[in-house]
Every structure is written in structure tokens, then in C-alpha cells.
């Protein structure tokens, strides 16, 4: 009687990977993807505690406290208040979104859902245009175009019953927080328009098609299923457009009237964080002017790092709710 001969056991591609000598690139990418991490974390770090160490000079003079709450900005007096900049800041950078968001995610789902590939494909390339438009020539449009068309209209409202309101009252100077936010929702719109796109088209085509097949029409497939789908990606475009509006800086520069006050209309003149550093930082003669100036691009580094830090755990709770992303 013969002993049968048991085959040999069928390679996986499991397998094969194990059995696999590991290979010398793999360890050299890690510990150089590694090292680059860490060189541009202590670059950051750096710059950070340089910057603290320039504008550390400046509690010789008053508390940080003293600085982000005051409300006047007199170098020649040695009296620096960051406050107006910061609310001019927040607020150019609100009005830039309640304009632009709203724009970008129906051009995405113009673009994406309705219109034709023909069309669409133009259309998309020219959004994105947008974005290779150095910001001087926004800054030059805007004062050249934006702030005189923008007049009447702002004369119009502070005339009307509106004007007993605070935020629309008048007088109207022309540049202004609402020009600059015009502006500022042009410039980020390719931003929020071209990831929401992405977004919206990594929905599974079977999941359209599931609730086409239930009955639903193309507008209930789209809000049911697509936009549940892309928030979490829809809300990092304004998150990257959000970050872009509060770091420009020329095109502000040349619509917000450069007033270091702070007022609660929207049609007065302004300053932000951005524009009032590029503009007097050249010429601060004055005793810890250049350190104020340093101070504040602490603040504006503080803004952008506490809104990207709160996106990212939104981001992440979207991402868990969707069931499908990779959550770190």
C-alpha cells in the first residue's frame, strides 16, 4: 500500500509578501520621511521661538493682556492695542465666507451634477483660474472695480430702513470690511469650489445608484447621499479657504481703508492683522513698534493654528460618522 502524497500547499499572495526579503528602500523612506518631519517641526519651532523672543521685548512696556484687549493703536504715543486688528481680521474673514461658501457649493454641484462634461470640464478649469491670480491684481481690481461698484450699493442700504442697524449703518467711506471681504470670498472660491468637488465625487456610484433605484430624484440623491457623504471634505475646503482669507494680506491691504479702529458696521474702514504688519513694519521708528508688529503676527500664527486644530477634530467626527475614512 502506498502512502499518498499530500500536494503542496497553493502560494497566497499573503504568503508571498511574508516570505519576501524585506527591502533595503523601505527602512531608508521611512527614516527619511521621518527626518524631514522632524526638520520641519524644528523649523516651526524655531521660527516660533524667535519670533516670541523678538516680541518679548514688549512686556517691558505692558502685559499681554494690556496688548490683545487694547483698543487704540498710536506708535507715536507708545500706545499699541491689537484688538481692531484682530476684530478686522475675523470679521473680513466671515463676510469672505458667508459669500463665498454658499457660491462654491453650488458651482460644485453645478459643475458635478447638472451640467453637461462639455461645459462642465470649461467651466471647472475656469474656477480654478481664480486661484493663479497673484493677489496684487485682486488688491488693484478691488479698488479700481469693487469699491466704486460697491458704493452705491452700501449708500443705498445706510439710507434705507437697514441703516438703524448697527452693522449696515452708515456713513460710507468706500473702502471697507465688506469690500475687503468681497475680495477676500473671489480669491478663496477656487479653494472651497475645487474640494468640494473632490468630495462630492468620491461618493460611491453605488450608493447614487441604490437611491435612484428606491425612487428618489436626482435632488434627493444629492442631499440624502452625496452631501451627507462629502461634508467632512466639503468642510476642509472652508477650513483651507478660511486659513487663505485670514493670512492675505495685499489685496486686503488696498480695500479695508487701513483705519486701526474698530467699528461695528460693515460699510466703515478697517484694518487686519495681515495688512497692518505689511504696511508699517518698514517704517517702525518708534520705541517697540517692531516688536508690537512681531506680537501681532504671533496673534495672527495663534488664529490660524487654533482654527485649523478645531477643523481637524471636526473634520475627524465627520470621518467617523461617514464609517469609511482612516481616523487618526
Not at 500547499?9 to 520621511?33: E, F, K, M, Y
Not at 475656469?126 to 479700481?144: D, Q, R
Amino acid at each position: 500500500m502506498t502512502a499518498e502524497i499530500a500536494p503542496a500547499p497553493l502560494d497566497t499572495p499573503g504568503s508571498l509578501i511574508r516570505r519576501r526579503r524585506p527591502s533595503l528602500g523601505d527602512p531608508i523612506l521611512a527614516w527619511g520621511v521621518r527626518i524631514l518631519s522632524w526638520v520641519a517641526l524644528a523649523a516651526i519651532a524655531l521660527m516660533l521661538f524667535d519670533t516670541a523672543m523678538n516680541s518679548g521685548r514688549l512686556l517691558e512696556h505692558e502685559s499681554i493682556w494690556d496688548f490683545l484687549s487694547g483698543t487704540v493703536w498710536q506708535p507715536a504715543s507708545l500706545v499699541y492695542g491689537a484688538l481692531p486688528f484682530v476684530y478686522g481680521t475675523v470679521i473680513t474673514s466671515a463676510i469672505a465666507l458667508l459669500l463665498a461658501v454658499p457660491l462654491a457649493i453650488g458651482a460644485a454641484l453645478l459643475v458635478n451634477e447638472y451640467l453637461p462634461k462639455r461645459v462642465a470640464s470649461p467651466l471647472a478649469y475656469g474656477i480654478e483660474l481664480l486661484a493663479a491670480v497673484p493677489s496684487v491684481v485682486y488688491g488693484f481690481w478691488g479698488i479700481l472695480v469693487v469699491v466704486p461698484a460697491l458704493r452705491p450699493v452700501q449708500q443705498a442700504i445706510a439710507g434705507s430702513p437697514l441703516g438703524t442697524i448697527p452693522l449696515f449703518s452708515g456713513p460710507v467711506a468706500g473702502p471697507s470690511y465688506l469690500a475687503a471681504g468681497v475680495i477676500l470670498a473671489i480669491m478663496i472660491l477656487p479653494i472651497v469650489t475645487s474640494v468640494a468637488r473632490d468630495a462630492m465625487n468620491a461618493t460611491p456610484r453605488l450608493q447614487r445608484e441604490g437611491a435612484l433605484a428606491l425612487g428618489a430624484t436626482q435632488w434627493e440623491t444629492i442631499r440624502h447621499v452625496v452631501l451627507p457623504f462629502a461634508r467632512g471634505g466639503i468642510f476642509a475646503g472652508v477650513i483651507l479657504g478660511l486659513s487663505r482669507a485670514i493670512g492675505e494680506t495685499i489685496a486686503v491691504l488696498f480695500v479695508i481703508g487701513n483705519q486701526p479702529q474698530i467699528n461695528a458696521s460693515i460699510f466703515a474702514p478697517g484694518y487686519s492683522l495681515p495688512s497692518v504688519i505689511a504696511s508699517e513694519f518698514a517704517e517702525a521708528n518708534q520705541p517697540f513698534h517692531p516688536e508690537a508688529l512681531i506680537a501681532l503676527g504671533v496673534v495672527l500664527f495663534a488664529l490660524s493654528f487654533a482654527v485649523n486644530v478645531a477643523a481637524r477634530r471636526v473634520v475627524t467626527r465627520f470621518e467617523a460618522r461617514a464609517g469609511g475614512a482612516d481616523v487618526r
